[in-house]
């Protein structure tokens, strides 16, 4: 089999031509934006959950770590490797013509670190109102917070689900 790759006429296209013929359709720039905000809302999510997370260990954990040493490494790695991805991904898109990306509102950010942090301390506190016999309390916690997320849940389509 010829790995190079031909024009009509036989004679060799180049790496360019090819990605060039690949790139003018408008399916690849919305999938390829599709791609960049994935990546862009997986950084964003990241953020948020350390931010939580460090939240979380400053206030109930006197400052100490929730994570072992294996997995604070892991997450560093993690996230340096998903902004890295993201940063390829908007320089490419950039470079092909795809429009920018919106920027992160500041306050769905701050909103969505209260939430994280929701759900790392009400199911600790649930669980440790029951234990404590306090049945009806950890009911009435768990509640308050699963309801949001229940009700948000029935109003997505089908299709979101």
Not at 9 to 15: D, E, L, V, Y
Not at 28 to 35: D, G, I, M, Q, V
Not at 38 to 65: I, P
Request: proline content about 7%.
């Amino acid at each position: 089999m010829d790995p190079v790759r031909r024009q009509s006429n036989g004679a060799p296209r180049s790496a360019n031509a090819a990605r060039t013929s690949r790139t003018k359709g408008p399916s690849y720039l919305e999938r390829f934006a599709t791609l960049r905000s994935l990546l862009l809302l997986r950084v964003t999510e990241l953020r948020a959950a350390q931010e939580a997370r460090a939240t979380v260990e400053t206030r109930y954990l006197g400052g100490h770590t929730a994570l072992f040493p294996d997995e604070v490494t892991a997450w560093g790695e993690q996230l340096r490797n998903t902004e890295t991805l993201a940063a390829v991904a908007c320089r490419l898109a950039e470079l092909d013509g795809v429009p920018p990306a919106e920027p992160t509102d500041p306050d769905v950010h701050s909103a969505r670190v209260t939430e994280l942090v929701a759900d790392l301390v009400e199911p600790a506190k649930t669980t440790a109102l029951e234990k404590l016999g306090e049945g009806e309390r950890a009911q009435s916690i768990a509640t308050a917070w699963l309801r949001p997320k229940l009700e948000l849940d029935a109003r997505m389509p089908v299709s979101g689900r």
